[in-house]
Each structure stands twice: as structure tokens, then as C-alpha cells.
Nanobody
Framework: QVQLVESGGGLVQGGGSLRLSCAAS????????MSWHRQAPGKQRELVAG???????HYEDSVKGRFTISRDNAKNTVYLQMNSLKPEDTAVYYC???????????????WGQGTQVTVSS
């Protein structure tokens, strides 16, 4: 099993910044994609940003130029630096980690518990 612990959420004024962290621990074979998703009240969960094991990144259009995803492979940790925050960024943010077992070829998918980000206007 793999456990994900998120931190860094909170309340911030519009235009402010927050940095989310998500640390993976447990029985980790190989971490492939690490990503951040968010879910606002009454809306579906959406992908915010993702990063592959070789550092290739992907961003949802509304966060491009404001958010930066990064990872520290030695610490099995993914970060989301969020700048120029807007009220519409308010949501619960979840990290997701895809791992694989090189021996079996099986892939596994894990989610964090979520951290609340609230941006006031």
C-alpha cells in the first residue's frame, strides 16, 4: 500500500500564493505520473496539472502561467506552486500518484485525502 499525505492548503486573498505538497510513502516500486486535481462544490473533479517521471508537465488551460508542478523523486514528493490565485481556484485539491510494479507490470493508482484551498476576493 501507498499512503499520500498532502499539506499546504489554506485561505489566501486573491492574487496571493500557496504551495501544496504531497508526499508518498509505503510500498513504492516505481512512480510514474504524479498529478494534482481539484473539485469545487457542485462540480466534477478536474485535472489541474501533471508531471511524468522524466519531468514532462501538463497544465489545465486556466492555470497555465500561474501554477507550476514539480517533483522530487528522491523524496517521492510532488509540489504545486500556485501564484496569482483567483476566487475561481477555490476547491479541494487532491494529489494522485500512479505507480507500477516492474516485476508484474501492474499499475496502481492512489489518491491523497484532499486539502482545501480557499481564495477570497
Amino acid at each position: 500500500q501507498v499512503q499520500l499525505v498532502e499539506s499546504g492548503g489554506g485561505l489566501v486573498q486573491g492574487g496571493g500564493s500557496l504551495r501544496l505538497s504531497c508526499a508518498a510513502s509505503g510500498r513504492i516500486f516505481s512512480i510514474n505520473v504524479m498529478s494534482w486535481h481539484r473539485q469545487a462544490p457542485g462540480k466534477q473533479r478536474e485535472l489541474v496539472a501533471g508531471i511524468t517521471s522524466d519531468g514532462t508537465t501538463h497544465y489545465e488551460d486556466s492555470v497555465k502561467g500561474r501554477f507550476t508542478i514539480s517533483r522530487d523523486n528522491a523524496k517521492n514528493t510532488v509540489y504545486l506552486q500556485m501564484n496569482s490565485l483567483k476566487p475561481e481556484d477555490t476547491a479541494v485539491y487532491y494529489c494522485n500518484v500512479e505507480t507500477s510494479n516492474p516485476s508484474s507490470g501492474l499499475w496502481y493508482d492512489y489518491w491523497g485525502q484532499g486539502t482545501q484551498v480557499t481564495v477570497s476576493s
